[in-house]
């Protein structure tokens, strides 16, 4: 059987690339999707609760918040909510609370999947109609779900999905692992393109008679 040099050239970034492919996975993290209030969006009525959703399945916590919130901050520099929030499937959800008019922004963090956090702002406008004024009076800090004998922060079970885990370092420790497998298989690779480099390069010589 005859190699060339550009053969091997090929049959190495070909295996490069399959690695590469086994072990991307492991490092995607949640992103946003959509959410209530959207991104920019003048709300001219209160809806039962604000609401996050992203592409995937969240990290459960068996119960625990960890490091799931979402914080609503008004045009009067003040925080609004109970701070109390549900993680379910890829939604992490409050109850809503709004103060005067104005401008508002919406901070919020979840846990993704793959145990790493997510977070980011989404600013909206809050325009009632007559009628709709809330009179809420807002905190100078972020309120912390439980302060005022407020439900505890609950994780809704997934359908289908398995029973919830309360440690976060084990997902952690898989991602991990399937990392080390993927070094494992780049340098048995390597290894054996570098093998088959050196049997062709000292490989004797034969001439046709």
């Known amino acids: 059987m005859h190699y060339t040099a550009r053969g091997l050239l090929a049959a190495s970034a070909l295996a490069f690339a399959s690695v590469l492919a086994f072990a991307a996975p492991a490092s995607a993290h949640n992103y946003y999707v959509s959410s209530t209030p959207e991104i920019n969006q003048v709300l001219t009525s209160l809806p039962d609760e604000f609401m996050v959703t992203t592409n995937d399945n969240l990290l459960e916590l068996g119960g625990m918040e960890g ?8 045009p009067d520099g003040l925080y609004y909510g109970d701070g109390c929030v549900t993680v379910s499937g890829r939604s992490v959800t409050m109850p809503a ?43 100078a800090t972020p309120p912390r779900c ?23 370092g084990a997902e952690n420790d898989s991602s991990t692992e399937v990392l080390w497998i993927g070094g494992g298989i780049v340098a048995v690779a390597i290894a054996a393109i570098a093998a088959i480099a050196a049997i062709m390069l000292f490989r004797p010589k034969t001439t046709s008679r």
């Open 67 to 74: 490091g799931f919130f979402m914080e609503v901050k008004g």
């Open 146 to 168: 439980g302060e005022n004998s407020e439900p505890p922060a609950t994780v809704a079970p997934t359908t289908g999905a398995p029973p919830p885990s309360t440690d976060v």
């Open 97 to 139: 609370a709004l103060g005067p008019a104005g401008g508002y922004s919406l901070n919020w963090q979840v846990v993704s999947a793959d145990g790493h956090t997510v977070s980011d702002t989404i600013p909206f406008t809050w325009q009632p109609a007559i009628g709709e004024e809330t009179g809420i009076t807002g905190t």
